[in-house]
């Protein structure tokens, strides 16, 4: 009985080693990032694996702050931040609807609808980007963020088919009943399915939250104004294959740009979990 006990701890202790240090090697390259952040550029390039900074160099954040061609790192963030949260805004408002019109309202033309949105999610991105570059265009939208925000006014396939199958645990006999007491449909939405979609609605803030806040192909399309620069466009520009590059500075500008995903994931990981993990009504 005690040698079954030993082999049980032993396999536990084993078990949380490995997971240990497959965990230390998943975020080794962040850690090594973020300690880059606090090296020159010999200490940087130099191979060295270490996390530990011969010299802190801290002045690698002022260095990164100040930017280029005049325009602060803080102008970077802010237009990081209103592309972001716009559309972060944007997708939700627009999936919920949507969500709810396939999920509970039956109307002419509804499974067709619903088998083109599933369409969109199986097409590469890659395949709509010069259809819809030379669409905005012609429109005269290129060089402003209104390509970058536009298209999440009008639903996102994931999110939608995410909220519709969260929405199918919501017992009908709720909509019934609000419909009896004399609730339009936008009523039911607003006061019955909106309060019990939570879960899935703060699950879409982190992912579009996490989805905008890195995008790079799209900043690096629409917007040819240096002041109008995402973080992430503005970090690559600290790469010059003609001068050169203050990799302790990009590292230090990349390490501030964790901290709103961070922060985001912080403080709502809880609703995360509960968004994915749950499908409807807790009894």
Same mark, same amino acid.
């Given at each position: 009985m005690m040698g079954i006990k030993f082999r049980k701890q /032993?396999?536990?202790?084993?078990?949380?080693? $490995?997971? #240990?240090c497959f965990g230390f090697v998943m975020v080794y390259p962040v850690l090594w990032m973020i300690t880059g952040s606090l090296k020159n550029n010999v200490e940087i390039l130099n191979g060295s694996l270490s996390l530990i900074p011969p010299n802190w160099r801290w002045e690698n954040f002022a260095n990164g702050f100040r *930017?280029?061609?005049? /325009?602060?790192?803080?102008?970077?963030f802010k237009n990081s931040f209103i592309v972001t949260v716009i559309a972060t805004f944007a997708t939700v408002v627009?999936?919920?609807?949507v969500a709810y019109s396939f999920a509970r309202i039956k109307y002419r033309g509804r499974k067709v609808l619903f088998t083109a949105m599933l369409c969109t999610m199986m #097409?590469?991105?890659? =395949?709509?980007? /010069?259809?819809?570059? =030379? /669409?905005?265009?012609?429109?005269?939208?290129v060089g402003s963020i209104l390509p970058l925000v536009l298209p999440h006014f009008f639903g996102q396939a994931f999110f939608i088919y995410q909220m519709m199958q969260f929405m199918a645990g919501i017992p009908r006999e709720l909509d019934e009943a609000a419909t009896i007491d004399g609730c339009s449909k936008y009523t039911i939405f607003s006061r019955v399915i909106l309060p019990l979609l939570k879960p899935a609605l703060v699950t879409t803030v982190i992912i579009q939250f996490y989805w905008k806040w890195d995008d790079f192909m799209?900043? #690096?399309i629409y917007l040819n104004k240096p002041q109008d620069y995402t973080v992430s466009i503005a970090i690559k520009l600290f790469a010059d294959?003609?001068?050169t590059t203050d990799y302790g500075?990009? $590292?230090a500008m990349s390490t501030l740009s964790l901290l709103p995903v961070f922060l985001i994931f912080l403080f709502f990981n809880k609703y995360l979990v509960e968004g994915i993990s749950?499908?409807?009504?807790? *009894?």
């Open positions: /032993i396999g536990k202790v084993l078990y949380h080693a $490995f997971v #240990l *930017g280029f061609g005049g /325009i602060t790192f803080v102008t970077f627009s999936s919920a609807c #097409l590469p991105g890659q =395949i709509i980007l /010069i259809p819809q570059y =030379i /669409i905005y265009n012609k429109l005269g939208m799209g900043p #690096l294959a003609s001068s500075a990009m $590292f749950t499908s409807g009504l807790k *009894g």
